[in-house]
T-cell receptor, first 114, second 113 residues
Framework: EPEVTQTPSHQVTQMGQEVILRCVPI?????FYWYRQILGQKVEFLVS????????KSEIFDDQFSVERPDGSNFTLKIRSTKLEDSAMYFC????????????FGPGTRLTVL | GNSVTQMEGPVTLSEEAFLTINCTYT??????LFWYVQYPGEGLQLLLK?????DKGSNKGFEATYRKETTSFHLEKGSVQVSDSAVYFC????????????FGAGTRLFVKA
């Protein structure tokens, strides 16, 4: 069964550094998402992406964040200048055009900002 | 706005006990409802879903019924195992617009042998 993949599984960075989290959604999916889960807390929506543009973003998704689909397969989340409070698990998800009621989640990238 | 409220944890049960984790939602229209499970150190796994009123989702002995009249989607299992120890998230997704998923706060379940 096709899966959403994410790399790296764990990223450690210094405060103020830029990080790029990578995701490969399932190949025929059209909607793409990033979610964040701070340790021990709920999963929060960050941004949705469709037709090469952001379709919705949350209050968390400020100017420090950006998303891109640089080619036909990757979907990236960039944090320009990381803060301690960006430490979290970041999940990518995608939706099939034939079954829009279910999101397929990747395994997550754990980001640790020191 | 749309939201999900689920019972606070942790919930601690003995093996073979009956499990109920309550979940209620607020949403306009007719959302799809989900339960996700997160095992320690792992990502989110879809446990079950229901897409319309009175639907029952089931998987691995877990069940939940979409109750529109009470806006609830309670998770149940008749006999839990130690391996069911995890965090369970109730969630909803609107079937319009961007289809984003809104999660509850999660309920941690501990099952003792």
């Amino acid at each position: 069964e096709p899966e959403v993949t994410q790399t790296p599984s764990h990223q450690v960075t210094q405060m103020g550094q830029e990080v790029i989290l990578r995701c490969v959604p399932i190949s025929n999916h059209l909607y793409f998402y990033w979610y964040r889960q701070i340790l021990g807390q709920k999963v929060e929506f960050l941004v949705s992406f469709y037709n090469n543009e952001i379709s919705e973003k949350s209050e968390i998704f400020d100017d420090q964040f950006s998303v891109e689909r640089p080619d036909g397969s990757n979907f990236t989340l960039k944090i320009r200048s990381t803060k301690l409070e960006d430490s979290a698990m970041y999940f990518c998800a995608s939706i099939s055009p034939r079954s829009t009621d279910t999101q397929y989640f990747g395994p997550g990238t754990r980001l640790t900002v020191l | 706005g749309n939201s999900v409220t689920q019972m606070e944890g942790p919930v601690t049960l003995s093996e073979e006990a009956f499990l109920t984790i309550n979940c209620t939602y607020t949403a306009t229209g007719y959302p799809s409802l989900f339960w996700y499970v997160q095992y320690p150190g792992e990502g989110l796994q879809l446990l079950l879903k229901a897409t319309k009123a009175d639907d029952k989702g089931s998987n691995k002995g877990f069940e939940a019924t979409y109750r529109k009249e009470t806006t609830s989607f309670h998770l149940e299992k008749g006999s839990v195992q130690v391996s069911d120890s995890a965090v369970y998230f109730c969630a909803l997704s609107r079937n319009t617009g961007g289809f984003k998923t809104i999660f509850g706060a999660g309920t941690r379940l501990f099952v003792k042998a």
